[in-house]
């Protein structure tokens, strides 16, 4: 509505949300239809492909059949590649078919369930939560505060990956199923217990290996000491 009254062009970024929330995109759950939309990743299911979406009235800016100045909307990069496009729609069908939107959020409340269980019993309920959707979870360590706490973050993560399993991001696929879940419900206990024995002995940082994760977006690198 803002964006309406203002004359604002409202643009969606789909790249993640899109085919989780819904096939069509994240704005179709929720009932918000943005001006212009971009998808990207798993689209094509890995193939090179992105699109921008929109309504008739601004995307024919960027075309030819019109006496209005000309809004560049096209890149070329792989711009006489097919095999992106025929992916994409492959991609699209195949994932209509099997109701994929249906299928990631079944795993990812599975998933959720088996942490919030797994979280109460290792008494690390609040430094280890699970925050976000059911088709999009995100995990996060805090200290007693509610605050993000990156060496904590990477205890409990350096613990999963001795457990095998590599979640910094959640990203549920058609390939993971309940066996995905029991293998990464374990790992994520043995986390918790490690982060557990972190706090409880007052020195979190013993019990990194390395450094700790430090944000993308910082104002010093702070490069490592020789």
Known sequence: DLATKSGTVLIFDEMIAGMRFDIRGSHVEYGVIPDLATYGKAIG????????????????????????????????THGSE???????????????????????????????????QASEASGSVSHVRMIGFDCNPQILCTDASGSYNPTLHTVFHQEVIRHGVLIPWTSITYSHGEQEIEITQAALQAGMTKVMQAVESGRIEDFVDGLPVRPVFRKFNNPVPS
């Open 45 to 76: 299911n890995g193939f090179a492909i992105s699109v921008l979406a929109g309504k008739k009235e601004i995307m024919r800016l960027g075309g030819l059949d019109h006496d209005l100045p000309r809004v560049f909307l096209l890149s070329q």
């Open 82 to 116: 097919t095999t992106g496009l025929a992916a994409c729609l492959s991609t699209i069908q195949e994932c209509s078919r099997i109701g994929i939107k249906n299928h990631i959020a079944g795993i990812g409340s599975r998933l959720r369930e088996a942490f919030n």
